[in-house]
């Protein structure tokens, strides 16, 4: 006869399964860490990227107090980030034919160097006097980053494998909104006791754990590419995501969302100040909001296995950017705008860690370092231009507006690529199941594409 169980002793076994279930939760969240050269990558990066998002805030705080112009906010906006667009094709060649990890230590080297310079000219009270230098700076920083974000996207697969790349995908996105929670707040307090300079101060020192971390991994030599002429091996990468109809739509999206939709970054400062009245610790305040949400929002994907219906996601949270985003730029009470700058966060981060898992399960190894260049281009090289016409934008028809029109026309750009899945859905399953990757075993990754 089967034996028989008490309430109390079937209460006890629900129990245990209920804590082994949450205990394979997690275990899930956090698997790529089971990696050692994650594992030093993770806990360098995060100190490092704490130290960025401090001089990102500063720096706006500190071209915000020389000016007082949005116009020239978004103009450093522009200057910081068009090197991307236009230098990123090139960082994609690097990751393809030389070592991804001497890539990533090269860049934070010289972001370090930079983030010094930028630090003694503002200690120095140059700046003052020399707005220009921060233009210079940012500009130069772009030109690192152009570089920096192919090799390090691409080495992220080198660290972890295929097996587990979705979830170091999620944990470097949580990693990098964990870091913008702390980062605003701890600028927004420094900036108003002793100055943006000694925020800089503080990025540059940051960038020590990360360079040592990258020093003492071990990774493994990989074949190079074909040694092709720059130019074809360039133009190789552009035609195969120009005639990859997923990759091609995700990138589209992701490009139409950092044109309209994130220029809201920039004019910032004016929200803080001018409309809701909170000077630089409020500006740390809501840049910290929008992290909060972003890091929930990465967390959301970290406890994924498979990428089955990630294609839906990114549509949906376009579309949830955008409307959240229209409804912050009509508000004029400070703790209203932080609790709306929490879905703001949560969906655009979303939207990039669902499209940059999509793009990375479908591109073979050969082509990462270029596909993900035209990633960067989307994501970050868009964001410059769309600064710059937000900033002019912000100067005719007020910061409030502008950020409004963008929330509306991220949702128009959402209801277009809904439209598209189900003419790319074919074709996402089949690039999936042949890279075999996808949260499972090949014979289960027919399920696991964009869409049902």
């Known amino acids: 006869m089967p034996e028989s169980r008490t309430p109390i002793q079937e209460g006890a076994v629900s129990g245990r399964e209920a804590a082994s279930a949450a205990g394979s939760r997690w275990q899930v969240a956090w698997r790529a860490l089971r990696h050692r050269n994650f594992q030093l990558f993770f806990s360098g990066q995060l100190i490092s990227l704490i130290g960025t998002w401090m001089q990102s805030v500063a720096q706006s705080w500190l071209v915000y107090r020389l000016t007082g112009s949005a ?6 906006g522009f200057a910081s980030q068009i090197p991307v667009f236009l230098f990123a094709p ?7 034919r030389f070592n991804r990890r001497h890539i990533v230590i090269a860049t934070q080297v010289a972001a370090m160097l930079l983030a010094m310079l930028l630090a003694a000219v503002t200690l120095t009270h ?7 230098l921060i233009f210079v700076l940012a500009a130069l920083l772009g030109v690192v980053n152009a570089f920096d974000i192919p090799g390090r996207q691409s080495f992220l697969v080198e660290m972890v494998g295929k097996e587990d790349l979705m979830n170091a995908i999620a944990l470097n996105s949580s ?3 964990g870091a913008r929670v702390i980062g605003p707040a701890i600028a927004g307090i420094l900036v108003v006791k002793i ?9 540059a020192v940051s960038y020590v754990a990360v360079i040592i971390g990258l020093l003492m991994m071990r990774v493994q030599s990989r074949p190079r590419a074909s040694q092709a002429s720059p130019f074809e091996h360039m133009m190789e990468g552009f035609r195969f995501v120009n005639e990859t109809a997923p990759i091609r739509a995700l990138l589209l999206l992701l490009g139409i969302v950092s044109l309209v939709g994130m220029p809201y970054v920039v004019l910032m400062p004016i929200f803080a100040d001018q409309i809701l009245h909170g000077g630089a610790r409020g500006l740390g305040i809501l840049m910290g909001a929008t992290g909060v949400g972003a890091l929930f929002g990465a967390l959301t994907l970290a406890f994924r296995e498979g990428v089955k219906g990630l294609g839906r996601w990114v549509a949906w949270c376009s579309a949830g950017f955008g409307a959240s985003l229209a409804v912050f730029a009509l508000s004029h009470k400070f703790w209203v705008s932080v609790i709306l700058l929490l879905p703001v966060g949560y969906t655009i981060m979303l939207q990039m860690a669902c499209s940059n898992t999509l793009i990375q399960v479908m591109v073979p190894d050969a082509l990462r370092g270029r596909v993900m260049a035209v990633y960067s281009m989307m994501f970050m090289g868009m964001a410059p231009i769309g600064a710059l016409l937000g900033g002019v934008l912000a100067d005719r028809l007020g910061a409030q507006t502008t950020v409004a029109i963008g929330g509306l026309a991220s949702v128009a750009g959402a209801c277009w690529f809904g439209l598209q899945l189900p003419k790319i859905r074919v074709e996402a399953r089949r690039l999936i199941v042949a890279q075999a990757v996808g949260g499972g075993e090949p014979s289960e990754m027919t399920t696991q594409a964009v869409e049902d």
């Open 71 to 76: 116009l020239l906010l978004g103009s450093v």
């Open 90 to 96: 090139l960082g994609g060649i690097a990751a393809d």
């Open 126 to 132: 140059t700046i003052d006097h020399h707005v220009w």
């Open 175 to 177: 990693m990098f909104n």
């Open 195 to 203: 100055g943006e300079g000694w925020c800089f101060f503080a990025n």
